[in-house]
């Protein structure tokens, strides 16, 4: 196995895909039994192979390839699942920061702040808002969307960043003027 991991090194394309097809089902079925999400196992799988190639370099003669690949796909796995709560908390977030304003006691300003809301969803792109919908509205996760949509969940969590910036930056202004 030290060979393959130097010819890996050493930009082998050939030992790269065997190496890919030897471990691709084990690792897939690794992230799925922890997520029960065969999009997520599926794209958390291939990203750690394309780590592995990228950063072949760095491979380790000290390690097994297996070890390296396992180390790979466990922290490539952790990124996903943190990337996908803190955007549960920046959204979680920001209703909370939406309830401390003081707009109980003023109906007017009350429906202001819902009407900038309102406004700057409706001023996402269709796919933006749709995911956006489908994620806080819906209680869909990352995966799930990902699926129904067909499309990677990277790009759920990117149109869900993208979102819930344009709100922020709404209602930021709107925070500034009546909280002064």
């Not at 190496?19 to 997520?40: A, D, G, M, N, P």
């Not at 599926?42 to 000290?62: A, C, G, H, P, Y």
């Not at 996760?141 to 129904?148: C, D």
């Amino acid at each position: 196995m030290i060979n393959k991991i130097a010819e890996i090194r050493e930009g082998n394309t050939a030992v790269f895909e065997q190496i890919y097809y030897q471990f691709h089902e084990r690792l897939y079925l690794y992230v799925w039994k922890r997520t029960k999400s065969e999009l997520l196992a599926e794209d958390v799988t291939q990203e750690s192979f394309i780590k592995l190639w990228d950063r072949r370099q760095s491979l380790s003669l000290s390690f097994t390839l297996e070890v390296q690949l396992a180390r790979i796909v466990r922290t490539t796995l952790i990124d996903h699942l943190r990337k996908e709560s803190n955007q549960r908390r920046a959204y979680t977030s920001l209703s909370e920061n939406l309830s401390k304003i003081s707009v109980d006691g003023d109906p007017l300003l009350k429906k202001e702040l819902e009407e900038r809301i309102h406004v700057a969803v409706q001023n996402l792109s269709p796919e933006c808002k749709k995911i956006f919908q489908l994620s806080r509205e819906g209680g869909f996760s990352h995966s799930q969307i990902a699926a129904m949509l067909s499309i990677s969940p990277k790009t759920v969590e990117n149109q869900v960043s993208k979102a819930l910036r344009m709100i922020r930056k709404s209602v930021f202004i709107f925070t500034l003027i009546h909280n002064l």
